[in-house]
DNA sequence: ATGCTTCCCATTGACGCCCATATGGTCCCA
DNA sequence: TGGGACCATATGGGCGTCAATGGGAAGCAT
């Protein structure tokens, strides 16, 4: 398996960290992929985790603007302003930071989710509803897959 | 890493410094920038914070554009009129000058926010505003392949 | 001298690194 | 086929290091 799929849910110690699930290290080792960068979906209220590709695909989207244009100006502030880079400690967690739990509502557990070429961070609940809401197609607003 | 991502806040002491954040300051010494250019942002109340090239890239844009247009006009006044120098002392941290407080609202608190190629200076709540707004205004923005 | 800046050092609190334990699943063998 | 050994993952916590912060004291200019 060389893509992020399916989904579990993890406990936050009393550190504030979290076990990545070994699928999903697996995975990044199968990608070489050492440093995380972590965005703001633009839809969901949960956290996207990729390699450094997440981020160079966004930052192509910038570079086709004018860059000195309030677009630019704009899409910078998201990207580069919202972004985190991340490392994994020697057992494969992460810090769940207040940068994460304000915009996605994380308490005490995290749902991890594959999306094939990166997986996100939810609340748990948010992910049920949000899966919920998608089986019976009402998400008519929300972006293609 | 060598680009500036992500953000941070620090407070201001009773000196009127505050800390630079560590991983800003590591990009720096990798990009071997010892003076730092400060110069108002074109859109938000922020200040922008980089090396030299920063103020290079500025030029060139006001070079580009019709030197007597109220483009230019306007852009050299906050490049040239607005810019400042400055130094971080031994512990990696800036004065906040009332050049930085009257143009950002900052008052206790900053916001350090990754720009990749350079940083800037925010007023904590006007940051989180101004990223609420752009991700509003995500219709320009669509999803990157 | 007064106010402001620069250099230096102290404190503390967070984070990274390391090792220990629990838990659940799998495989092997009787 | 059932029991048990083994293993991988998830989780908990100790401890050292470093970043962020606070403040004293010496230089500089007004």
Known sequence: ?????????????????????ALFRSVLVQRGVQELYCLQDLVFPAISVGGPDLLERYERQIAA???FSPE?????????????????DAEGRLMVTDFIRDFTGIGT???????????QLWQPQAFHEAQAAA???RLSMSRPQ
Do not use: C, Q
């Open 65 to 67: 603007a004018d860059p």
């Open 109 to 119: 557990d995290v749902t991890f989710v594959g999306r094939s070429d990166h997986f």
């Open 135 to 137: 089986r019976e197609g």
């Open 72 to 88: 630019a100006n704009r899409m910078s502030l998201l990207v580069h302003g919202g972004g985190v880079f991340m490392r994994l």
């Open 1 to 21: 398996m060389n893509r992020f799929l399916s989904n579990a849910t993890n406990r936050i110690d009393a550190k504030g960290r979290v076990s990545v699930p």
